[in-house]
């Protein structure tokens, strides 16, 4: 199935265009996982780890079949060293072993060569030393988040036909200094729609059935004007929206860059999600249920502007 057409079927299967942002930190620990991990390795990245991948199994069962991806932040795990990859690891095999569409987001790019590399480590396969070999390792994704800003030869090793995976590209991010780049003026238009009309590019004959390609676009939910304006730039293009909730973006916000058929959309969510247990009236050896019923919050919310 293309990328962007098992995305949609997701959404129309849980009825649900959220993708849940996996981004744990210690802070967003329960304390009944974090003192079964400082038991168990002390005060180590190995506690971190061990708890990031307990308290991530329990998220991703709490929220498949009500979400239409999710989304982990690698910085997040990276932080931790090896103890961190592995959690991340453990975290990807479990989402695939619960038909999750996984968005990686690495905001990855080089120049073409070492742009190749990264799409062997986060989309594809490695070469192995045998002749024709290859190394496939358990970080493969279905999504990379990646930035564009260098150029096509920093795009074009991502677009191996033979990975059948997608990217997003980053045109208009969801941060408030976004603007002293993506706003600046670039002849008679904005540095953000230069950067959307190549998004178009690159995606042109690459659209799966649902007429989504898979070149997507990071458009974020606080900027909704400008998600409209770029819709009309980049119609065959899936927008991953972050910003909702926790930094403001509201669902006509998140919605307003969507397709007329009401398609095209991802919105994300992070710390609404993950820290829903350290709201009033959750205890914290409940946090996959506080984090079920915020995703079900959200799903309504959505669904009821769309």
């Known amino acids: 199935m293309h990328i962007a057409d098992q995305i949609q079927a997701q959404i129309e299967a849980n009825h649900s265009i959220a993708c849940i942002g996996l981004d744990p930190r210690p802070h967003l620990i329960p304390s009944t996982v974090k003192q079964r991990c400082l038991a168990e390795h002390g005060d180590t990245p190995q506690a971190v780890g061990a708890a990031f991948s307990l ?6 069962e709490a929220v498949a079949g009500h979400c239409a991806a999710i989304k982990p932040q690698v910085a997040c795990y ?16 479990h989402a695939r072993a619960l038909n999750i569409p996984i968005i990686l987001d690495g905001k990855r790019n080089d120049i073409g060569s070492t742009a190749a590399h990264y799409q062997q480590a986060w989309l594809g396969t490695a070469p192995g ?20 800003y260098l150029g096509s030869d920093g795009i074009e090793p991502f677009l191996d036909p033979q990975s059948e995976t997608g990217i997003f590209v980053l045109v208009k991010t969801s941060n408030p200094s976004s603007a002293d780049l993506q706003g600046q003026k ?12 190549l998004v178009h590019q690159w995606g042109s004959g690459r659209e799966g059935a649902c007429g989504l390609t898979d070149v997507g676009a990071v458009v974020g939910a606080t900027w909704p004007a400008e998600a409209q304006a770029l819709r009309t730039l980049m119609p065959n293009t899936l927008f991953l929206v972050p910003g909702y909730g926790a930094q403001g973006g509201t669902a006509a916000d998140a919605l307003a860059g969507q397709r007329s058929d009401g398609t095209g959309l991802l919105i994300n969510s992070s710390r609404a999600i993950l820290a829903a247990w350290q709201q009033e009236g959750w205890a914290d050896d409940d946090w996959a249920g506080a984090a079920r019923a915020a995703l079900e919050a959200m799903n309504d919310d959505l669904n009821a502007e769309r």
Not at 55 to 60: A, D, E
């Open 55 to 60: 308290f991530n199994r329990s998220i991703l």
């Open 78 to 93: 990276e932080a931790y060293g090896i103890a961190g990859m592995q959690a991340l690891e453990e975290s990807l095999i």
């Open 129 to 148: 030393l045998g002749d024709d070999s290859t190394c496939e390792n358990a970080w493969r994704s279905d999504w990379l988040t990646v930035n564009g």
């Open 186 to 197: 670039c002849g008679d238009e904005q540095v953000m729609h230069a950067m959307a009309k």
